[in-house]
């Protein structure tokens, strides 16, 4: 008796103390920030958000606390902004303030503030800066980036000659194209479709990004430190990304091996020289571990997001014959079937550009969205 009186009162002591948590929710809630629905402790406001479309949650919580609302989704903190004007107050009147990232915990773990991605402020700027300006020289105009993709798309075509018809798949075909003209800009080379070291980095980078989408992925950015401590197919997007890293840091010392600071060849050559300009200075940002996540950065974003796009195209010219026929028809009164396309034929091509406009459109992989802080 007198032991089950001893475990009743830390018992009620705890379930008084969930209680108090249940009423008054985050105590971030009382900070100066819009309205929105109370929270739960640990859910946030899954529960008003949970449905067949997230879309209609949050649109009835706009039609009752107005275009700018707070949320949270499990302990994390949104402001949603609905509606032209307000996302124009904010990405545009108040840009400099909306420039940051959100700091998900999958990206903690992984970029650690580092890359193209993930990263803000000072690092970013300078990530960005010197990625536009040497991606824009493509190794310093030795090549320009037409000819690469002209390039790669011979090596396509004669891949796809070889299946004389029979139907296929073409993800893989399409997703090893892009990522070699992706490899031609940042490392300096292509790959051959057999190399199986290629092979097994884009296999890792396509689980990878099937995984994100996963349950677990989404609950390891929701509660990391209790996912930290569960099994689960989490773990392996981890332990795929210090594989393409490995990867990457191995093509990193070949260059540095072969570097010829009077001769640079591609945006890896360009890194180790700024690098080896900066060495003495304490507060650079680059250093081995930018250069290795801005390079898969570029990889992982120009690879997947493209051949993505090819895909649904050639899926919307499937479902709409009578637009493949036109477009046809007009590549065949600018380019006919002797050459090649460049770059100098859009302007004479409206209703191709205009295709492919809507197939950029009607994909959608990167939705514009405001990041968070």
């Known amino acids: 008796m007198d032991l089950w009186l001893g475990l009743t009162s830390p018992l009620l002591l705890l379930a008084a103390v969930l209680l108090l948590l249940l009423l008054r929710g985050p105590r971030a809630a009382l900070g100066n920030l819009p309205p929105g629905p109370h929270p739960l402790p640990l859910l946030g406001n899954l529960l008003q958000l949970w449905g067949p479309s997230l879309l209609q949650s949050l649109l009835a919580l706009r039609d009752k606390f107005g275009s700018v609302f707070t949320v949270y989704m499990g302990p994390h903190r949104m402001v949603v902004l609905w ?13 400099e303030e909306f420039g940051g990232r959100e700091g998900l915990a999958l990206a903690k773990r992984t970029a650690k503030g580092n890359g193209l991605f993930f990263s803000n402020g000072e690092t970013w700027r300078q990530m960005r800066r010197f990625a536009l300006s040497t991606l824009r020289d493509f190794g310093m ?12 798309v011979q090596y396509l075509l004669e891949e796809l000659d070889k299946t004389r018809g029979i139907p296929l798949d073409p993800t893989f075909l399409l997703r090893r194209s892009v990522s070699n003209v992706i490899c031609s800009v940042v490392f300096g080379a292509r790959f051959s479709y057999e190399d199986e070291e290629f092979q097994t980095l884009l296999s890792l980078i396509q689980a990878n990004f099937r995984r994100v989408d996963t349950v677990c992925v989404q609950l390891y950015n929701l509660f990391p430190t209790v996912m930290n401590l569960l099994p689960g197919p989490h773990h392996r997007l981890f332990e795929n990304y210090e594989e393409q890293k490995r990867y990457v840091a191995g093509v990193v010392q070949k260059h540095r091996e072969t570097l010829d600071p009077a001769s640079p060849r591609d ?8 690098m080896q300009q900066e060495e003495n200075d304490p507060n650079t940002k680059f250093h081995q571990e930018n250069l290795l996540l801005c390079a898969l950065d570029l990889f992982f974003a120009g690879t997947e997001t493209t051949s993505t796009t090819l895909r649904y195209g050639l899926l919307m010219l499937l479902k709409y014959p009578q637009v493949t026929e036109r477009v046809q028809e007009e590549i065949d009164q600018v380019i006919g079937r002797n050459r090649r396309p460049c770059m100098e034929d859009r302007p004479k091509m409206p209703y191709t550009d205009a295709v492919i406009h809507e197939i950029q459109r009607f994909v959608d992989v990167l939705p514009l969205a405001s990041p968070t802080r």
């Not at 945006?267 to 700024?274: G, H, K, M, Q, V």
């Open 83 to 95: 509606g032209y004007e307000a996302v124009k107050e904010a990405l545009v009147d108040q840009a």
């Open 141 to 152: 105009g030795k090549r320009s980036i037409e000819e690469r993709i002209q390039e790669e």
């Open 267 to 274: 945006y890896t050559d360009a890194f180790l020289i700024r």
